[in-house]
Every structure is written in C-alpha cells, then in structure tokens.
C-alpha cells in the first residue's frame, strides 16, 4: 500500500533524525505551522515502544518551544489526527486570534478571509537550536 510520507518528506524538510524528521509546512494562512513526523510508518502512538513515545514526544516539544520563541503565538495546536494520512506525525501549528479560523481549529470552518503576514526569518534556526540534543 503506499503512503505519503512512506514515500515523500511531506513538506520543506528542516531536520531528520534515525527515528523522525521535523518539516514546514507550506501554508500562507499558517505562517511557522510545522509536523513531527516518524519515519517509519506507524499509525498510533500505542505501536511505538515506549522509549520511542517519548522521544517523539520530546522533538514535538522542542518544535513547539522553537515556533514559540520565533513567533510568540497566542496559543499552539497541537493535534494528530491521521485520518486522512493514517502515518504517524504531530502537527505544531502557531494561532494568533486574528487568524484565519481562531478559535476555530485550522481545519473547522473559516472565522475570517485575511491572514495577517507573520515573521518567520528565526524560526529554522530556533529549531536548529532546539532540536539538538535530539539527533
Ligand atoms: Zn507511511
């Protein structure tokens, strides 16, 4: 059977490790939105080792300080869902109370048509930073 991110990085791919890699996703309405995604093809957290759950837990949460400290978002999204793509990947996605579907989530149903430009220029290097330890 194939898969998207069996077969594809899935985005702009920023930083790869053994057991998974951290991509941009190229979204104008969500300037800084990033995912998590585990290399190798798994559907649920549960068909990881815990050794490995924690792990992935950890690049997640590096990727979310980063996109914090780049953008200074209102809130983060965390969300895996994979119901359209059942491959295991986090999506860390920065919301500001005028984007695009706040407080909707990104996917709901659009609350307004403008999405102001957002600075992302430190973001690849804050995830640089971040995501050391993790390699
Ligand atoms: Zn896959």
Same mark, same amino acid.
């Given at each position: ?7 594809? +990085? ?7 490790? /053994?057991?998974?890699?951290? $991509?941009?996703?190229?979204? #104008? ?10 290399? +190798?093809?798994? +559907?649920?957290?549960?068909?990881? #080792? ?11 949460? *590096?990727?979310?300080? /980063?996109?914090?400290? *780049?953008?200074?978002?209102?809130? $983060? ?15 860390? $996605? ?25 600075? #992302? *220029? ?5 995830? *640089?930073?971040?995501? /050391? #330890?993790?390699?």
């Amino acid at each position: 059977m194939s898969c998207e991110l069996c077969d594809r +990085a899935g985005g702009e791919l920023v930083w790869n490790s /053994a057991r998974c890699r951290v $991509i941009r996703v190229a979204d #104008t309405d969500y300037p800084g939105f990033c995912r998590v995604v585990w290399n +190798a093809h798994a +559907a649920e957290m549960t068909d990881l #080792t815990p050794d490995d759950r924690r792990y992935l837990m950890d690049v997640v949460l *590096a990727v979310e300080q /980063a996109v914090r400290d *780049a953008l200074s978002p209102d809130k $983060i999204n965390l969300a895996s869902l994979g119901n359209v793509v059942p491959h295991l990947h986090w999506h860390v $996605i920065p919301r500001f109370r005028d984007d695009r579907h706040f407080p909707n989530p990104i996917w709901g149903e659009p609350r307004r048509y403008v999405s102001p430009s957002r600075d #992302t *220029a430190g973001l690849d290097a804050l995830l *640089a930073e971040r995501l /050391a #330890t993790l390699a």
